[in-house]
């Protein structure tokens, strides 16, 4: 039986169900992915919340499914599109294949799809909503399914602690990454996660000596509403503010985000360091970047830039502590060479330590 993928501008394209066949139509954003491997981390980063991900690496599955590459409990994306993703796979630490992993949470993954040309369209026309169906003809309404915001979805709703290190970040979970805590943890560090509408209250009680701002879905204007408590936790302690995180603390400090045509997803992605004047690969997933125009007025500089198109890629405080970061230090997929922002920011976090909490 054929299936479907419509694109909100009217164009569709063929393929087979390779696992289960959803019981609806499935919406979402669609955007693409480009690296060679890395599914996993993908599937199940918080960050793809609601989104449709087309792989553009032709053959998606051959290593399987591992116990640890994981970035949280569950896949979030609300469904794949693949050239090739139900082969056999093999990998000494598999333990299950894509497509059952993909069942067993009723995501549906679409196969036998031209990715190439799916891509090149997304890439004229931008990321836009689009619909995997049984259906050859559907209405436009159907495809611009709206969802609900995704952050309050996959934060947290519990404090919980990780780690027993000797310098304690509280990490504001907008839909964070294992692996983040994972290199604090490395790096000699408690971490405290707290639902993303902790209050600054809250925090300052736990006696953070640093502040991580996670990464996570959707569109950084949604957290309007806590964008003061944002900017009083930021101004209070060393921040580091990752992917969403950054675009937080860019709205907090006066400074405005826009959408780009069709994002960055994946992993050679270079940003240039204007500080130490070098450039590294990094690891990336956004569609949302801050507007450097919008910086003029504020006490934000731009500290890294992407390579490609000259956009955004991080900032520092004139004044105080916070460094941000819109690419991925900590990976998971992808080089771990930029992992450095994270020494920078536990320099910060020691440079500070013994002094008053707050800068006010
Ligand atoms: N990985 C992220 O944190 C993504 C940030 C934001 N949702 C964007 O798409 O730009």
Same mark, same amino acid.
């Given at each position: 039986?054929?299936?479907?993928?419509?694109?909100?501008?009217?164009?569709?394209?063929?393929?087979?169900?390779?696992?289960?066949?959803?019981?609806?139509?499935?919406?979402?954003?669609?955007?693409?992915?480009?690296?060679?491997?890395?599914?996993?981390?993908?599937?199940?980063?918080?960050?793809?919340?609601?989104?449709?991900?087309?792989?553009?690496?032709?053959?998606?599955?051959? !290593?399987?499914?591992?116990? +640890?590459?994981?970035? /949280?409990?569950? &896949?979030?994306?609300?469904?794949?599109?693949?050239?090739? #993703? $139900?082969?056999?796979?093999?990998?000494?630490?598999?333990?299950?294949?894509?497509?059952?992993?993909?069942?067993?949470?009723?995501?549906?993954?679409?196969?036998?799809?031209?990715?190439?040309?799916?891509?090149?369209?997304?890439?004229?026309?931008?990321?836009?909503?689009?619909?995997?169906?049984?259906?050859?003809?559907?209405?436009?309404?159907?495809?611009?399914?709206?969802?609900?915001?995704?952050?309050?979805?996959?934060?947290?709703?519990?404090?919980?602690?990780?780690?027993?290190?000797?310098?304690?970040?509280?990490?504001?979970?907008?839909?964070?990454?294992?692996?983040?805590?994972?290199?604090?943890?490395?790096?000699?560090?408690?971490?405290?996660?707290?639902? !993303?509408?902790?209050?600054? +209250?809250?925090?300052? /009680?736990?006696? &953070?000596?640093?502040?991580?701002?996670?990464?996570?879905? #959707? $569109?950084?204007?949604?957290?309007?509403?806590?964008?003061?408590?944002?900017?009083?936790?930021?101004?209070?302690?060393?921040?580091?503010?990752?992917?969403?995180?950054?675009?937080?603390?860019?709205?907090?400090?006066?400074?405005?985000?826009?959408?780009?045509?069709?994002?960055?997803?994946?992993?050679?992605?270079?940003?240039?360091?204007?500080?130490?004047?070098?450039?590294?690969?990094?690891?990336?997933?956004?569609?949302?970047?801050?507007?450097?125009?919008?910086?003029?007025?504020?006490?934000?500089?731009?500290?890294?830039?992407?390579?490609?198109?000259?956009?955004?890629?991080?900032?520092?405080?004139?004044?105080?502590?916070?460094?941000?970061?819109?690419?991925?230090?900590?990976?998971?997929?992808?080089?771990?060479? /930029?992992?450095?922002?994270?020494?920078?920011?536990?320099?910060?976090?020691?440079?500070?330590?013994?002094?008053?909490?707050?800068?006010?």
């Amino acid at each position: 039986m054929k299936s479907y993928v419509h694109l909100e501008n009217g164009d569709v394209f063929t393929g087979k169900w390779l696992t289960e066949q959803p019981e609806g139509n499935v919406t979402g954003e669609i955007v693409f992915f480009t690296g060679m491997t890395g599914y996993q981390e993908v599937l199940t980063d918080p960050s793809y919340k609601n989104q449709i991900v087309v792989f553009t690496y032709p053959l998606i599955g051959n !290593y399987g499914i591992n116990h +640890e590459d994981f970035e /949280s409990s569950k &896949p979030h994306v609300a469904g794949v599109i693949v050239h090739r #993703g $139900d082969l056999p796979h093999s990998h000494y630490n598999a333990n299950s294949s894509l497509v059952q992993y993909l069942d067993k949470w009723n995501i549906p993954m679409l196969g036998n799809v031209d990715t190439r040309a799916i891509v090149k369209r997304i890439r004229t026309n931008g990321s836009m909503q689009a619909c995997l169906t049984n259906q050859a003809d559907l209405k436009l309404a159907e495809i611009n399914h709206a969802n609900e915001a995704p952050v309050p979805v996959v934060s947290q709703k519990e404090i919980t602690v990780h780690g027993n290190g000797s310098h304690h970040i509280v990490l504001m979970d907008f839909g964070y990454k294992k692996s983040i805590v994972n290199y604090l943890i490395e790096k000699g560090c408690k971490v405290t996660v707290v639902p !993303y509408n902790t209050s600054y +209250e809250k925090i300052a /009680s736990l006696q &953070p000596d640093g502040i991580l701002l996670s990464n996570g879905p #959707g $569109d950084p204007v949604e957290l309007l509403p806590q964008i003061d408590n944002i900017s009083a936790v930021a101004s209070a302690y060393p921040t580091l503010g990752i992917c969403l995180g950054h675009q937080l603390v860019a709205l907090a400090f006066g400074g405005k985000t826009k959408k780009l045509l069709f994002g960055h997803r994946g992993a050679n992605q270079p940003v240039a360091d204007l500080v130490n004047k070098t450039v590294f690969m990094t690891s990336q997933n956004h569609s949302y970047v801050v507007d450097e125009s919008s910086l003029q007025q504020t006490d934000l500089q731009v500290r890294f830039l992407q390579v490609n198109d000259g956009s955004v890629e991080g900032l520092q405080h004139a004044k105080l502590p916070i460094l941000t970061a819109q690419f991925h230090p900590e990976a998971n997929p992808g080089p771990a060479e /930029s992992s450095v922002i994270f020494d920078e920011f536990l320099q910060n976090v020691k440079s500070n330590s013994g002094r008053e909490k707050v800068y006010a």
